[in-house]
């Protein structure tokens, strides 16, 4: 009969090798974002896998209008305001992609860890916190609040761990996972319950 331990270690093999495709840091997420005050007039983006670099680039007006103008599509509804923030992302990472001068590709592969312009899910979650917090010091969230990062997975679990951004719906106090990571850089990030979020992973399903 195999041991429960011996399984585990199985799984965390399996799990690591897997890793070597694609994966993420296991480092701490800067939640700091922008904080209260003074609008930004530029805006961050870390890279290389754990935030390792970081390109800063100005916000001028034709992107700070550009924001605003996707989020006013979404201030009828909390619905209508998730769909606006998926767009709001894809918008900050072709800004990001061209300040860096590269594109990220989905699913971070681990073996690009350290590559210019290429981003695990340390940097992805931290950028997309970033930009939601902008959104936030710009009155631009009407339906929302942007919550701390959030993780999943411990390899043991069949599932390598996984950061995500976070929103609060203020009307019913649900979570929502923005989960930019397995799309290339201006795809549209995941948006869904955070607690079904938490359940997903495993063996590297989306």
């Not at 041991?3 to 799984?11: D, I, Q």
């Not at 992107?63 to 769909?83: L, T, Y």
């Not at 970033?130 to 339906?143: D, K, Q």
């Not at 959030?150 to 929502?176: E, I, Q, S």
Request: aromatic share 10%; charged share 20%; glycine share 12%.
């Amino acid at each position: 009969m195999i041991s429960a331990g011996f399984r585990h270690l199985v799984v965390a093999f399996s799990v690591a090798a897997t890793g070597l495709l694609a994966g993420c840091a296991t480092g701490a997420v800067d939640n700091r974002g922008y904080g209260a005050g003074p609008i930004p007039t530029r805006l961050t983006a870390c890279y290389g896998y754990g935030c390792r670099m970081e390109k800063s680039f100005a916000v001028g007006k034709s992107s700070a209008d550009r924001f605003a103008a996707i989020m006013g599509e979404g201030k009828g509804s909390p619905a209508a305001e998730r769909a606006a923030v998926r767009k709001a992302v894809a918008y900050y990472e072709e800004l990001s992609a061209s300040a860096i001068g590269f594109r990220d590709g989905p699913k971070s592969p681990v073996v690009a860890s350290g590559e210019k312009g290429q981003m695990d899910c340390v940097d992805e979650s931290t950028n997309t916190h970033h930009l939601l917090v902008y959104l936030e010091t710009r009155g631009l969230l009407a339906h929302h609040t942007v919550q701390q990062n959030v993780t999943r997975g411990a390899l043991v679990d069949g599932r390598y761990p996984h950061w995500t951004a976070v929103l609060r719906d203020k009307a019913d106090g649900k979570k929502w996972a923005v989960d930019s990571w397995y799309e290339p850089a201006g795809g549209l990030p995941d948006v869904v319950e955070l607690a079904y979020w938490r359940t997903r992973g495993v063996w590297g399903e989306r």
